[in-house]
Nanobody, 127 residues
């Protein structure tokens, strides 16, 4: 039974940094690809980044490319999202999600490809 818990959100000034963590309840996280999504008030949930089970490949939304970095430590059953140069438009609730379906890399940003979701952590970027 896989459960995911996000942490690390908070209030930060524009240009600042935060590191989000996604902790898994089981020691088989290396069997899953992991995605980060975010949802701002009044907007649809959008894919931010994704990492393969082996960390061999990653994907980023154009809006965060060059500023965010996804990584994972399977020994700690944890996935991270390092967020630098934060902008007010990054303000949202951030969710991590896990999936294990075949050919997941095709349209990785589709929510239907993920079977387990965390409850989210709030990130607010404001001066």
């Amino acid at each position: 039974q896989l459960q995911l818990v996000e942490s690390g959100g908070g209030l930060v000034q524009p240009g600042g940094s935060l590191r989000l963590s996604c902790a898994a309840s089981v020691n088989t996280l290396n069997s899953y690809y992991i995605g980060w999504f975010r949802q701002a008030p009044g907007k649809e949930r959008e894919g931010v980044s994704c990492i393969s089970a082996s960390s061999a490949s990653t994907n980023y939304a154009d809006s965060v490319k060059g500023r965010f970095t996804i990584s994972r430590d399977n020994a700690k059953n944890t996935v991270y999202l390092q967020m630098n140069s934060l902008k007010p438009e990054d303000t949202a609730v951030y969710y991590c999600a896990a999936g294990s379906v075949a050919k997941w890399w095709i349209r990785w940003y589709e929510k239907s490809k993920y079977s387990v979701w965390g409850q989210g952590t709030q990130v607010t970027v404001s001066s």
